[in-house]
């Protein structure tokens, strides 16, 4: 077994990597294609009355600054953490650039440094399953005003297709990854009073395997529909599910 240390290190370096090169992109771009829905349910709670807003984007290397920046020019107080140091020395310095005060720190997530009961909104897309969610759980909790909301995009982990697919694809993950599963949620209970859970992306997902470019609109937008019923009229469905839009309120 990995010490802390070594998982840690192992993030790191996986990250500096993702963050200087497109091989991510290139392997699997079509399928992050489909997910604006998702993103579009993300955006209109972060950028919902950020005036004067104390943020914080927990993992901000994958985002390369975008939603920091706009947060920013809105009138929000940002900080963004991430494991790499190369996506941080880098955002540091388009910030800069950009006369932006957004504060960039190299952080462990799962032992934040803040000062408890500080940030209004804790938000990270795909960073949750990079974690031990005990301890990223507890850390975010304690950060979080207590009318504050912490809110992810993450994988799930129960669809055996999707999973199959992740398992031929080890050069574009790291060896820690755990995407998300339904004793996960039971287990933020622990720290959140409450947790809400929307679902995306089951047929969705048939669309890259048609069109490898350019997927029509009207199609996604068709299949997002079914989507949606088969979540609302099969509960038990909705695990299996690609991805999850997650907030965590009133923190313990």
Not at 61 to 66: A, F, R
Not at 106 to 124: K, L, R, S
Not at 130 to 135: G, I, Q
Request: net charge positive; proline share 4%.
């Amino acid at each position: 077994m990995k010490t802390v240390e070594q998982r840690l290190k192992d993030e790191q370096e996986f990250h500096n990597k993702i963050f200087e090169t497109d091989k991510r992109h290139n392997e699997v771009g079509r399928f992050y294609a489909i997910n604006k829905s998702v993103h579009k349910v993300y955006h209109r709670f972060i950028y919902n009355e950020s005036q004067n807003k104390v943020y914080l984007e927990y993992g901000c290397g994958m985002d390369k600054g975008n939603r920091s920046t706009r947060l920013s020019k809105m009138g929000a107080k940002v900080h963004g953490i991430d494991i790499s140091d190369y996506a941080i020395d880098h955002l540091a310095k388009e910030a800069k650039k950009e006369n932006l005060e957004i504060d960039y720190q190299v952080m462990n997530a799962e032992d934040m440094t803040f000062p408890d009961n500080y940030f209004d909104v804790i938000y990270g897309t795909g960073i949750l399953h990079h974690l031990d969610l005990e301890k990223a759980f507890d850390s975010i909790s304690k950060k979080l005003k207590k009318n504050g909301t912490a809110i992810f995009i993450e994988p799930l982990g129960h669809n055996p297709l999707i999973n199959g697919f992740r398992n031929r694809t080890p050069d574009i993950r790291t060896d820690d990854e755990h995407p998300l599963l339904v004793p996960d949620f039971k287990l933020a209970k622990a720290y959140f009073k409450q947790v809400d859970i929307e679902y995306f992306y089951l047929t969705t997902l048939g669309v890259p395997l048609l069109f490898k470019k350019n997927p029509p609109k009207s199609l996604i937008n068709f299949s997002n529909a079914i989507d949606k019923g088969i979540f609302t009229l099969l509960p038990f469905m909705r695990k299996y599910a690609w991805q999850v839009v997650v907030k965590f309120s009133n923190p313990n």
